[in-house]
């Protein structure tokens, strides 16, 4: 069965600090992982993927195959950052998409 | 360009009653879901449907039937509301196994159940 974890309910950070979401998950196949943001009063919306191997809004997430983690990642978090954040995991078998139970990054001035 | 479109917005029923959810998407993509959005819970997975005329279980399916009306339209009905299903529900929709699986999401339906 598939599953993936977030063990931080909420993190808080001061602003310019670096910060660390942590999302492992578990799958017997090739999973695909994505981080999804949800700013307030907006809707929910993908921030990065893994097989993009991208920087959007000075995050990054790499796809760590031994330890079975995507923990996501900024070096100088912004008061704009704060949001909940949310792991996901598409599998190879079917088009279940599955979400972990979210992290409120809370970024204190 | 709507993208998904949910509705209602919020609704309120009575122990024991019916209500459908309807979301729509108008980006011609086979995939479409139904969450449901919890504290402390995070985002859940009710229903999906691949393609036309296919759905599956999710995660949470127990309570709730959908049906895949078309490309465009997938329903989410609650038979005998329960306050355990007091919720923010979201559609979402994504190209699918052909594609990308990156989700949209609609802007969520607040339903609480009394």
């Known amino acids: 069965a598939q599953r993936v974890t977030q063990p931080e309910k909420l993190l808080s950070v001061f602003k310019g600090a670096p910060v660390e979401l942590k999302c492992n998950y578990s799958y017997s196949g090739s999973p695909e992982l994505f981080w999804y943001v949800q700013y307030s009063r907006q809707r929910l919306q993908l921030l990065l993927r893994h097989i993009s191997r991208e920087s959007i809004k000075g995050f990054t997430a790499d796809l760590n195959k031994g330890e079975t983690s995507f923990h996501l990642k900024k070096p100088f978090a912004q008061e704009e950052d704060s949001a909940m954040y949310y792991c996901?995991?598409?599998?190879?078998?079917?088009?279940?998409?599955?979400f972990g139970k979210g992290t409120r990054l809370h970024i204190l001035p | 360009n709507a993208g998904v479109t949910q509705t209602p917005k919020f609704q309120v029923l009575k122990t024991g009653q019916s209500m459908t959810l309807q979301c729509a998407q108008d980006m011609n993509h086979n995939s479409m879901y139904w969450y449901r959005q919890d504290p402390g819970m995070g985002l859940r997975l009710i229903y999906y449907?691949?393609?036309?005329?296919?759905?599956d279980k999710g995660e949470v399916p127990n309570g709730y039937n959908v049906s895949r009306l078309n490309k465009r339209e997938f329903s989410l009905r609650l038979e005998s509301a329960a306050p355990s299903q007091t919720s923010v529900y979201f559609c979402a929709s994504t190209q699918g196994s052909s594609g990308a699986n990156v989700l949209t999401f609609g802007a969520g339906s607040r339903l609480t159940v009394l």
């Open positions: 449907s691949a393609s036309e005329g296919t759905t």
């Open positions: 996901a995991l598409s599998g190879d078998r079917d088009d279940k998409i599955i």
